[in-house]
């Protein structure tokens, strides 16, 4: 009995050895999963229908430019808007020049020298021009602040002792260069005390009336 039991457990251990032996060799001839590297997989992701561009190594990337764009305001919106600093502006566009920060600033303290600011208007005429305005010694009027913007533009381009004042605003870059240059000219005898009348304080923007506009 007892060697019949030894003899089964022979058996069993024989037959357990050969099933694992048998199970190795079965996986060992089994061929394995092809690989896929990235590029496949990424090929397998795209729509069939996507096309693909290819272009030739000596071609270079066109250089992208970056323009930059100044936006002008236009009469209609300054005479609709009507404050001195509006009516600076339509006088730098009548003579073409640029409407910049200093040259906006500049306009607006000659205009404080010549009427203050409270009432920039005066007879439609905020620099005392006697161009166009039969004034004579700039005591004239005009019919409308649009048209002293007009005649006051064309009287600096017309003058040759103006030529300073006008080199100085299509420069656009200094407020106290073109404070200078109207200074040394003709269009006030005073000179505005070449200098020592003249404030640089910064200028209330003040609205005229609707009918200075005409």
Request: a negative charge; charged letters at 15%; glycine letters at 10%.
């Amino acid at each position: 009995m007892r060697r019949a039991r030894r003899g089964i457990r022979r058996f069993i251990g024989a037959f357990a050895v050969v099933t694992v032996f048998g199970i190795v060799a079965t996986l060992a001839l089994v061929p394995p999963a092809p690989h896929l590297n990235a590029s496949a997989a990424t090929a397998d992701a795209i729509d069939p229908r996507t096309q693909e561009l290819r272009v030739a190594g000596h071609v270079e990337s066109p250089t992208v430019s970056q323009e930059s764009y100044v936006a002008s305001t236009g009469p209609e919106t300054l005479i609709a808007s009507g404050t001195n600093a509006d009516w600076a502006k339509l006088v730098l566009i009548n003579g073409g020049w640029p409407v910049t920060e200093e040259n906006v600033t500049v306009m607006l303290q000659w205009m404080r020298e010549e009427n203050g600011t409270d009432n920039w208007w005066n007879r439609n005429n905020p620099l005392n021009n006697g161009h166009g305005s039969g004034g004579g010694s700039g005591l004239g009027s005009y019919d409308s602040l649009v048209t002293a913007a007009w005649y006051a533009a064309d009287n600096l381009r017309k003058r040759s002792f103006y030529t300073a004042i006008v080199a100085a605003l299509e420069d656009g870059t200094s407020a106290h260069a073109v404070a200078q240059a109207i200074w040394a000219s003709p269009w006030a005898e005073s000179h505005y005390g070449h200098g020592s009348w003249w404030s640089t304080n910064p200028v209330p923007i003040v609205e005229a009336p609707a009918e200075a506009w005409g």
